[in-house]
């Protein structure tokens, strides 16, 4: 059974940093696209990141998000510097076999998410 659990989530000032995990239980993540997307409130869920066989963010999030993948304990991570407001949203991890890496919100396993929260 696939499990995705995110963390890291909470509440930061304009201009802080938040790193988030995604610990990944019943599949290897380096064999997997893993990916994070995010949900503002009345929005729809947007992609934000995916590592395969590199990292590749969002233009919204270019230079300021970093994600990055630490195979010996299976998990993943989204580094998020300079945050804005904007990115206030629930914070989703995902992993798809699929090559290319999808960057749409197709992605076959999902977590529950982690609220993000950017005070200005």
């Known amino acids: 059974q696939v499990q995705l659990v995110e963390s890291g989530g909470g509440l930061v000032q304009a201009g802080g940093s938040l790193r988030l995990s995604c610990a990944a239980s019943?599949?290897?993540?380096?064999?997997?696209?893993m990916g994070w997307f995010r949900q503002a409130p009345g929005k729809e869920r947007v992609f934000v990141a995916v590592?395969?066989?590199?990292?590749m963010t969002a233009d919204s999030v270019k230079g300021r998000f970093t994600i990055s993948r630490d195979s010996a304990k299976n998990t993943v991570y989204l580094q998020m510097n300079s945050l804005k407001p904007e990115d206030t949203a629930v914070y989703y991890c995902?992993?798809?076999?699929?090559?290319?890496?999808?960057?749409?919100?197709?992605?076959?396993?999902w977590g529950q998410g982690t609220q993000v929260t950017v005070s200005s």
């Open positions: 019943g599949l290897t993540v380096s064999n997997y696209a």
């Open positions: 995902a992993a798809d076999r699929r090559t290319p890496p999808p960057t749409t919100d197709t992605y076959e396993y």
């Open positions: 590592i395969r066989w590199v990292g």
